[in-house]
Structures are given as C-alpha cells and as structure tokens.
C-alpha cells in the first residue's frame, strides 16, 4: 500500500480528511524512514508502533491509537492546560494503548500532542 492509498482511504472521513493528512505527516516527521501500512482497518505506522489511524466515514472522523495509557495522557493533558472534555475522549484501547477520536479541527493541536507524547512513551 502507498500513501496515495492512505490518503484516499482518508477521503472517507470527510471534512476531517485535511486533519487526518496534517496529522499523518507530522506522525512521518517524528519518526521518518517509517511507512504506513492498512493492517485490517488500520494504518499501523511501521516500522515503530506507536500510532494508527482508522477512517470513521459515519462519524467524519479519525480514530487515533497511541502508545500510552489514558491515565498518563490525562496527567500530561492536565498540566499542558487542555480543557476537560479532551481528556473525556480518552479511552483505554489495550493494557498500554489509548484512543482517541478526532471528529473536529478544535482537536488538531491535542491530536498533534497526543501522538508527541505517545512517539516518547515508545521510544522511552
């Protein structure tokens, strides 16, 4: 898969398309030399793990996995100054994921942090 195809899945989430692109990039920044790949309905960044993207058309949105548990990012979000109902979008996805759902263009500085800190969590 390329990340045309990505990008193409990423149509599918609406309005929320040009985020889930931004986000993406800065997700290749972060760790350059890496590459998604659709694993299921996921693009899982490899050759590190410490993010995925899933294409949510019904809800024009973006549902983020990172490495990390909801507890730390809640910690961090806190002290960063983040208002409360980000951090209600938190939801533990396995025993040290989360997820994250991007629905609006309100989340792009959130969504940008919360992928910093779980590339650090992994890379710890």
Same mark, same amino acid.
């Given at each position: 898969?390329?990340?045309n195809?990505?990008?193409?899945d990423?149509?599918?989430? /609406? #309005?929320?398309?040009v ?8 997700? &290749? ?6 590459? !998604?790949?659709?694993? /299921? #309905? ?5 050759h590190? %793990? ?7 058309? #019904? #809800?024009? /949105?973006?549902?983020?996995?990172l490495?990390?548990?909801?507890g730390?990012?809640? *910690?961090r ?7 409360? *109902?980000?951090? %209600? +979008?938190? *939801? ?9 759902p991007?629905?609006s263009? /309100? &989340? ?11 590339? +650090? %969590? !992994? %890379?710890?």
């Amino acid at each position: 898969m390329s990340q045309n195809a990505m990008y193409e899945d990423f149509e599918r989430a /609406g #309005k929320m398309e040009v985020i889930a692109k931004a986000l993406s990039r800065y997700v &290749q920044s972060l760790a350059p030399g890496g590459e !998604f790949i659709l694993e /299921g #309905k996921r693009w899982v960044y490899r050759h590190q %793990n410490f993010v995925t993207f899933s294409v949510q058309p #019904k #809800k024009a /949105g973006v549902m983020l996995t990172l490495s990390g548990s909801p507890g730390s990012f809640r *910690e961090r979000m806190e002290t960063f100054g983040f208002r409360k *109902e980000y951090e %209600n +979008d938190l *939801e533990r996805e396995r025993t040290s994921y989360s997820r994250y759902p991007v629905r609006s263009p /309100g &989340q792009l500085l959130v969504a940008a942090q919360l992928i910093k800190w779980a590339f +650090d %969590n !992994f %890379n710890a």
